[in-house]
């Protein structure tokens, strides 16, 4: 296990946000397994792209020098998605700080299983009203493959509004960029 673990006694998970249904809470090495699953999903693989997990190693990396690092860094970060009826993780949601963006942007993946079920807009709403109320940020960003219909819509139901095409790195395909702020 990656030294940069911090221990957690079993069942201090943080949670950040309750919604209805979601509990969102902070990640640690418990969720790499599931992690692992999910970063490597077609759909996840093809909208929002390779990030070179490949093994539970590589997940436990992911975990520690991404979410984990972000909140302790940030005070947020991608955190998981706990179904409260019976403690089904459904994937990730949360805020992100990234280096090629002027603002923390807005970030959701679920496992298939879980779809269409409208999880995502209870995670990612509950993730919004974070940034807005607890973190105070007055403008939110949130990035998006151009031909992810429902992602879009999603962001749009929430508020955000269409920006631009961008290139985040040289030779990648088109991003649409949609963006939030306080009025």
Sequence with gaps: MPETFAATPSG???????????????????????????????????????RGVRSPDDALAYLAAGPVASYAANGFGLWAVERLEDGAWLGICGLIRRDILPDVDLGYALMPAYRGRGYAHEAAAAAFAHARDVVGLNRLLAIVSPDNGPSRRLLEKLGFSFERLVRLQPGADDTALYGWSRT
């Design 12 to 50: 201090a998970r943080r949670v950040v946000a309750r919604t209805p249904r979601l509990a969102l809470r902070e990640m640690d090495e418990g969720d790499a397994g599931r992690l692992l699953v999910l970063l490597n999903d077609a759909d996840f693989l093809r909208h929002i792209g390779d």
